[in-house]
């Protein structure tokens, strides 16, 4: 600082000294004009052979030449001030930017001292001009957003919401330490805010994700969806589709009793509820398939009354009339009755009734006219025995013609 003083002081004086030596170069120039003057005056006198209007005209000169000499000296001295000042001035100007250039080191060292101070943990750090807070650790606001979001929870059950929290309570932790570094301002609620909202909408997508809730479970337990796709149940040929739906309602039901009492049921937890049931379906379809009869297709009777055996077909074809059901438990019997919803084999055994219906039929009256065939007792059946590869008639079936 003193240096910077003394070298002012110096350069102060260098200009008055400049100043100086022009006043007093202007003065020895007027000295030496003055002279000049006075000898030519004195020349002029002394011509006293010159007219008086010469030597009027020689002091006239004289004079001009003092004025303009005057003139060249105000210049000159003008010139040199705005010389000084035009120096001045560019000094002026470099101790400025020098200053500010101080200034921005001074600003960016205190950038870095603070940098390197919230890195170190500080404990406080300036916020604003003149005004330090004390930052807090994420998982204060973490745990205080936690405390909001069960003060004032989602659509959710509590057991639900609570496990959800302690489940991922840790990987929210992980994120809010790698976005804020740890810390958050108990002065900036926009963050805090920001926390609750996105624990709350995380909690919400992983309701979304990992949940059903009671109409997508209804749906998901409705038979058509519960037994769609299902490829094992085309193994099982005997039982009839309506008694298969049956059997999946009923499982269904079971299942839904099983599910836990809440608005919301874990995927995992139901998927796996499920396949059990669907295992059990197929357990109940097997034994009770096991306990059926074997169902078969003929066409007409041959001859006195049977069914030859290597022409029954488990598949109806557009030929067949009956419908043969071999006891599982004693396979050498067997029940029958005629294809009743077919209209084209009800046509088919009218026309030729005396082949088709009299050999293992009952007509009631005799009457063979009409157009559809109905069965004339309870139990719809007649009875087989299997006879030397043939199906020979026991009962006969009792029907009419209307």
């Not at 100007?93 to 603070?114: G, W, Y």
């Not at 959800?164 to 301002?185: C, H, M, P, V």
């Amino acid at each position: 600082m003193g240096k910077e003083v003394t070298s002012k002081k110096n350069l102060f004086k260098v200009d008055i000294n400049n100043i100086l030596i022009i006043i007093n170069m202007n003065d020895s120039l007027k000295s030496v004009m003055e002279n000049l003057a006075l000898e030519y005056d004195k020349k002029g006198k002394e011509n006293i052979n010159d007219s008086g209007a010469a030597n009027e005209g020689g002091v006239s000169k004289f004079w001009n030449y003092l004025k303009y000499g005057s003139l060249i000296s105000f210049i000159l001295i003008l010139f040199a001030w705005l010389f000084i000042e035009y120096r001045n001035l560019i000094r002026k100007i470099k101790e400025k930017d020098k200053t500010i250039k101080e200034l921005k080191s001074q600003l960016q060292s205190a950038n870095i001292k603070l940098n390197q101070s919230v890195d170190k943990g500080s404990e406080s750090f300036l916020k604003s001009k003149n005004s330090l807070v004390k930052p807090i650790a994420s998982s204060e606001i973490l745990d205080d957003a936690i405390v909001k979001l069960k003060n004032n929870p989602p659509n959710i059950a509590g057991s639900i919401l609570l496990s959800l929290i302690d489940n991922n309570r840790n990987a929210w932790l992980d994120k809010l330490e790698s976005e804020y570094n740890g810390k958050f301002n108990v002065r900036d609620t926009d963050k805090a805010q920001f926390i609750l909202d996105y624990v709350k909408h995380d909690v919400e997508r992983i309701v979304k994700d990992d949940y059903y809730d009671l109409k997508r479970v209804v749906e998901l337990l409705d038979v058509q969806n519960l037994l769609g796709g299902q490829e094992w149940l085309k193994k099982y040929k005997k039982i009839a589709p309506e008694r298969a739906e049956q059997i999946a309602k009923n499982k269904a039901n079971e299942l839904q009793v099983k599910l836990p009492n809440n608005s919301l049921i874990a995927k995992l937890e139901f998927d796996k509820l499920k396949t059990e049931s669907l295992k059990e379906i197929e357990i109940a379809i097997r034994e009770e398939e096991a306990n059926m009869d074997t169902i078969m297709y003929s066409s007409q009777p041959v001859g006195e009354g049977y069914f030859i055996k290597e022409k029954l077909s488990d598949e109806i074809l557009g030929q067949h009339m009956y419908k043969i059901l071999i006891s599982t438990k004693n396979p050498d019997t067997a029940r029958f009755q005629f294809l009743f919803d077919n209209e084209k084999a009800m046509k088919t055994a009218i026309a030729s009734y005396s082949t088709a219906l009299v050999p293992v039929c009952i007509l009631e009256k005799d009457n063979t006219k009409g157009e559809r065939i109905v069965p004339t007792q309870d139990n719809g059946f007649g009875t087989l025995r299997l006879e030397n590869d043939r199906w020979k008639v026991q009962e006969k079936l009792r029907i009419r013609i209307v």
